[in-house]
Nanobody, 121 residues
Framework: QVQVVESGGGLVQAGGSLRLSCTIS????????MGWFRQAPGKERERVSCISRRGINTYYPDSVKGRFTISRDNAENTLYLQMNSLKPEDTAMYYC??????????????WGQGTQVTVSS
């Protein structure tokens, strides 16, 4: 059974930093493309970042480019999202997701339960 568990969310002031982590069990981690998504109340889900199986390719939308960094440790089955210069508009539930076949899929196969990030102004 695949388990996806995010951690590291919390309350931070604008301009601050957080590091999200995602650990996965039940699959071969380095066979999977990984991504972070977020969803704020009343808004559509947004793809925040993607990383390919070996970490060679990454993607960021303009809304987070230059502030967020995705990385992975395949030996530890862990995905990270370093978030710097946080803004109130980054407030959302953040989800980790995995897909074996598609890099940067909009509908990954496996999802975590999410970790809340709240940025105060």
């Amino acid at each position: 059974q695949v388990q996806v568990v995010e951690s590291g969310g919390g309350l931070v002031q604008a301009g601050g930093s957080l590091r999200l982590s995602c650990t996965i069990s039940g699959l071969t981690f380095d066979d999977y493309n990984m991504g972070w998504f977020r969803q704020a109340p009343g808004k559509e889900r947004e793809r925040v970042s993607c990383i390919s199986r070996r970490g060679i390719n990454t993607y960021y939308p303009d809304s987070v480019k230059g502030r967020f960094t995705i990385s992975r440790d395949n030996a530890e089955n862990t995905l990270y999202l370093q978030m710097n210069s946080l803004k109130p508009e980054d407030t959302a539930m953040y989800y980790c997701a995995a897909d074996r076949n598609v890099y940067c899929s909009g509908s990954p196969r496996y999802w975590g339960q999410g970790t809340q990030v709240t940025v105060s102004s």
